[in-house]
């Protein structure tokens, strides 16, 4: 019914940049935060980064500075700029989004299905 889907993940350099795209589809009626999250091998996933709906932003103290969130309300869709990598930045990264959709009571979770970042020389 409502489906998430990341994209631009890959293998990159310390020090280099990456944009992960997530986009949601399917029975949406309105958005409220969107999130992303990330899991290191061996580690519990965390919050990275969030959007509320009305554009406030926040960011886990590890990421400050380096991954700004945005979002573009047209398209369903946020995104995380990965800026300065570091090894240990290296996760699936996962986007959250908590909506009202058509048909469901309430406001629910969705996750994407996540999107690989190695940060590695």
């Known amino acids: 019914q409502v489906q998430l889907v990341e994209s631009g993940g890959g293998l990159v350099q310390p020090g280099g940049s990456l944009r992960l795209s997530c986009a949601a589809s399917?029975?949406?009626?309105?958005?409220?935060?969107m999130d992303w999250y990330r899991q290191a091998p061996g580690k519990e996933r965390e919050l990275v980064a969030r959007?509320?709906?009305?554009?406030?932003?926040n960011y886990a103290d590890s990421v400050k500075g380096r991954f700004p969130i945005s979002k573009d309300n047209a398209k369903n869709t946020v995104y995380l700029q990965l800026n300065s990598l570091k090894p240990e930045d290296t996760a699936v990264y996962y986007c959250?989004?908590?909506?009202?959709?058509?048909?469901?009571?309430?406001?629910?979770?969705?996750w994407g299905k996540g999107t690989l970042v190695i940060v590695s020389s």
């Open positions: 959007v509320g709906s009305g554009g406030s932003t």
């Open positions: 399917g029975s949406i009626f309105r958005i409220y935060n």
């Open positions: 959250k989004m908590m909506l009202a959709a058509f048909g469901t009571s309430g406001n629910l979770d969705f």
